[in-house]
T-cell receptor
């Protein structure tokens, strides 16, 4: 079946602009995660949704970052007043939170470059 | 503070050899330990995972060894192939208090020479 999809695959924006990154999870997966991966590093957790609600947003670096999942499926990560330090690959993952499984499946990521 | 420490940072192995990557953690509440493989320009792909109630899990050429008392776990790739050349990440999570968020190591770049 279809995996996690993310759009756009690449986004170049100017410092100070607003960007939206989209994630389409695997159908039926109720849990959705956003991570950020800087060059040469492992992914770092940003936020976790269970259904429509943000169950854990402790990884968001500051209030310029916000994410929504209004219908419990697609999620959008929003970054206001982008800074050059926001440049990274933003990864989305989803998992089925029923039963005894923890497996998270990642999308290909969106590479954000802030110039 | 790095919750999961991974070594080595890079590894070069000859085709047919064994690749070994090690990870250590401090949080004894972690109860799930996956390994991910990542190719350039792609997202991490789940390779194999283990729970702390077993000491070893094998899937094909990939084996996780888990030492609960030492708080260490490792990935062994047997008969390494050039197609295994990628970056490998260990991770850990605790479903209870952290709701499944994964803490990743910094990664190991594996190169398998033909």
């Amino acid at each position: 079946g279809a995996g996690v999809s993310q759009t756009p695959s690449n986004k170049v924006t100017e410092k100070g602009k607003y960007v939206e990154l989209r994630c389409d999870p695997i159908s039926g997966h109720t849990a959705l995660y956003w991570y950020r991966q800087s060059l040469g590093q492992g992914p770092e957790f940003l936020i976790y949704f269970q259904g429509t609600g943000a169950a854990d947003d402790s990884g968001l670096p500051n209030d310029r970052f916000f994410a929504v999942r209004p219908e419990g499926s697609v999620s959008t990560l929003k970054i206001q007043r982008t800074e050059r330090g926001d440049s990274a690959v933003y990864l989305c993952a989803s998992s089925y939170s029923g039963g005894d499984t923890y497996e998270q499946y990642f999308g290909p990521g969106t590479r954000l470059t802030v110039t | 503070q790095q919750q999961v420490k991974q070594s080595p940072q890079s590894l070069i192995v000859q085709k047919g050899g064994i690749s070994i990557i090690n990870c250590a953690y401090e949080n004894t509440a972690f109860d799930y330990f996956p390994w991910y493989q990542q190719f350039p320009g792609k997202g991490p792909a789940l390779l194999i995972a283990i729970r702390p109630d077993v000491s070893e899990k094998k899937e094909g050429r990939f084996t996780i060894s888990f030492n609960k008392s030492a708080k260490q776990f490792s990935l062994h790739i047997m008969d390494s192939q050039p197609g295994d050349s990628a970056t490998y990440f260990c991770a850990a999570s605790n479903r209870g208090s952290t709701l499944g968020r994964l803490y990743f190591g910094r990664g190991t770049q594996l190169t398998v020479w033909p």
